[in-house]
């Protein structure tokens, strides 16, 4: 499935092995996690006039009627303008096409520009799992001067 907006393009990657890893790195700084969800989900990429790589996606099936985002990413130099919201729809859009009924999203207690994007784009908190990344992450991870520690969960309903 690919999507165009003028010369940006979104295309899944048919061999996770040529997945940006570095991307990817930015929205998850555990390469364990990173491997264990390229293996069972689909990545896909997002790129500027029809070539560069400046984003990246990860989605996974959670259940028959869930699939989850597990990654999200756009290159430092390219944040803010708005390729974040692009690949949110078209995570909807697939989720939509797919026949799911939930699409699902995580970050952490300190990411609060992500929490702000997500609930901008329409997804809502429903659980938040304690000491998540303290029990799953070996290295401590500190943003906005907040130790990262709780897994905020949103979802955003698809309306058939
Ligand atoms: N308060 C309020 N709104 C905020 C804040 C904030 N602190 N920070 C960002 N925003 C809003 C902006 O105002 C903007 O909304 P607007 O268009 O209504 O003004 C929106 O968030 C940003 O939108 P985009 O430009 O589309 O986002 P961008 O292209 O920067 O992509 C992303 C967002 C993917 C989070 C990017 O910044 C990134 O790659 N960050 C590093 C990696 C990362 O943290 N990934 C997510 C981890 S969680 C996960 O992967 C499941």
């Not at 597990?70 to 130099?77: F, H, R, T």
């Not at 799911?100 to 994007?117: F, H, P």
Request: aromatic fraction near 8%; proline fraction near 2%.
């Amino acid at each position: 499935m690919n999507t165009k907006s003028e010369k940006n393009i979104i295309v899944e990657l048919q061999d996770s092995k040529e997945a940006p890893m570095d991307l990817l790195e930015l929205a998850d700084p555990s390469i364990d996690q990173v491997n264990k969800y390229l293996k069972h989900g689909r990545c896909f990429v997002l790129k500027l006039d029809l070539d560069i790589i400046v984003g990246a996606m990860v989605l996974q099936e959670n259940s028959p009627d869930k699939i989850e985002i597990k990654n999200i990413a756009v290159s430092e130099q390219h944040q803010g303008q708005g390729f974040g919201k692009l690949m949110l729809n078209f995570a909807l859009d697939f989720a939509t096409k797919s026949g799911y009924q939930k699409l699902t999203i995580a970050t952490g207690n300190s990411s609060i520009g992500q929490l702000a994007l997500y609930q901008k784009v329409g997804f809502e908190i429903v659980d938040v799992v304690k000491d998540y990344f303290i029990r799953n992450y070996s290295e401590p991870i500190f943003e906005n001067g907040i130790t990262c520690k709780h897994q905020i969960v949103l979802e955003k309903d698809i309306l058939a």
